[in-house]
């Protein structure tokens, strides 16, 4: 039966380019997908275009298309992304002139758009504020719909050789191939199911190879520095094989299969997608052999019709500052350093949304640790969500302060500010969501 090979690429932005150009170079791939957008990464990719029309898309697109692009071309491996994050116009004009200069005549490129819906998010009610869109006022940077597989199958049905998205949703970036090489009905619920299932297990790249798998002398794995990207050979039925290229490090194991199978899921009977609601409750894992994993059972049913959108705006700055405090007696001075800061502080309350100082390796992940008299080292961290730029400054300007105006003995200060973009998310009918593409293709100068 007929295959296809897809590959990870990256499990987010700054995922390690390495493995990918391994994929593009021996992974044998028909595609090579890069997902690399988060919820707050498109709202900042909204900010720095608004900076500066020609930007807004992956700020890694040079080093990653450099690296993999000369070896899909050779390989004839196609590039699935949504690198576009906010601009995937500019993304695609990019790596058109990047496959300029590498010599790379003919190559193909797709940008798909429509994800943004800006212009008409404010009518819509935010799970997170209770209130229209449009209350945020000036406020508002940024509002994308997850965005299903129909542009970029229409992208790949043209002839695309990369097709570059917006926001879409992370596993549709892998169905969208599967459904265009296998010719799957928009109605065949049960084969998107299953193309959902795949594109999860990979969507995140070396997850599921053991990277946020791997805990010493509980589970371990071999060779963590020189992880591998997965790879599923996907059929025409959606069932598939998870692998990875032999050499690299790492392992696929029904262990790791199941921990990426149940990331992020809330519901593994009904999970929401723009063009299916997939069933994973029936998933069984097979091990075939080392590093061979066959997984079947998934299901599917009609899509709700409804897509999620995530709407980015901006929330005051971020100031904060850090310094350290060790040996006898260090959570102690780490505390009076907290109490110090707040108290300096308190004349500014007006302009502070909210505040918090921990001591890092006592309360910062667990509120309520007090630490003992045996704890070698602290590190005290003080930030605050202020309402303007210049209050946010302080927060660290106090914390360096503490240098001689606190406890004994701190060191290493650091500190520092940025605007805050807030995240809220709401649903709108798909139907009010139009997604598109243009295509260009690389013409090299000849002498």
């Not at 992304?81 to 300029?100: D, F, I, Q, S, V």
């Not at 542009?151 to 265009?180: E, M, Y």
Request: charged share 20%; with cysteine; glycine share 12%.
């Amino acid at each position: 039966m007929r295959t296809i090979r897809i590959g990870a690429g990256a499990g987010f932005q700054g995922d390690r380019i390495a493995p990918a150009v391994d994929l593009a170079e021996r992974g044998e791939l028909d595609y090579l997908v890069f997902e690399c957008l988060g919820e707050r990464t498109i709202a900042l990719a909204q900010q720095a275009r608004m900076s500066d029309p020609t930007k807004g898309y992956d700020p890694l697109l040079d080093r990653r298309m450099r690296a993999v692009l000369p070896g899909c071309v050779r390989n004839g491996t196609r590039i699935v992304t949504n690198m576009g994050a906010a601009n995937p116009r500019a993304a695609a004009k990019r790596t058109l002139e990047l496959a300029r200069e590498l010599g790379l005549n003919g190559l193909k490129v797709a940008a798909v758009t429509g994800d943004d819906i800006l212009d008409r998010i404010g009518e819509f009610v935010l799970d997170e504020t209770g209130a229209p869109a449009a209350a945020i006022g000036h406020r508002l940077v940024s509002a994308n719909a997850y965005i299903g597989m129909h542009g970029l199958v229409a992208a790949l049905d043209a002839g695309a050789d990369v097709v570059i998205c917006g926001r879409a949703s992370d596993p549709t970036l892998f169905l969208a191939p599967l459904a265009h090489e296998f010719g799957w009905a928009r109605d065949d619920w049960t084969r998107l199911g299953r193309g959902i299932l795949i594109g999860h297990l990979l969507e995140c790249a070396a997850q599921i190879t053991g990277g946020y798998f791997v805990d010493p002398g509980v589970k371990d794995l071999p060779d963590l520095a020189n992880l591998g990207h997965p790879i599923a050979e996907v059929d025409a039925s959606g069932n598939a094989v998870i692998t990875k290229l032999p050499g690299t490090g790492g392992g696929i194991t029904r262990a790791t299969c199941i921990e990426q199978l149940l990331y992020e899921i809330h519901d593994p009977a009904r999970y929401l997608q723009p063009d299916v609601v997939a069933d994973f409750s029936g998933v069984d894992f097979e091990e075939l052999g080392k590093d061979r994993i066959a997984v079947r059972g998934a299901n599917g049913s009609q899509a709700t019709g409804l897509l999620k959108v995530s709407v980015g705006y901006r929330d005051g700055w971020l100031g904060e500052g850090q310094i350290s405090y060790a040996g006898a007696n260090c959570v102690a001075r780490g505390n009076l350093a907290i109490s110090l800061v707040r108290d300096r502080l308190a004349p500014l309350s007006a302009r502070i949304a909210e505040a918090r100082g921990e001591l890092i390796g006592v309360n910062s992940v667990w509120p309520g640790g007090a630490g003992s008299d045996h704890t070698p080292e602290v590190r005290m961290r003080y930030g605050a969500r202020c309402r303007d730029a210049e209050t946010a400054q302080m927060i660290g300007e106090e914390v360096e302060a503490l240098y001689l105006a606190g406890p004994a003995g701190g060191g290493g200060v650091t500190k520092s500010l940025r605007e805050i973009v807030a995240i809220a998310s709401t649903l709108v009918p798909a139907a009010q969501v139009a997604t598109t593409f243009e295509m260009k293709e690389v013409q090299c100068e000849t002498a």
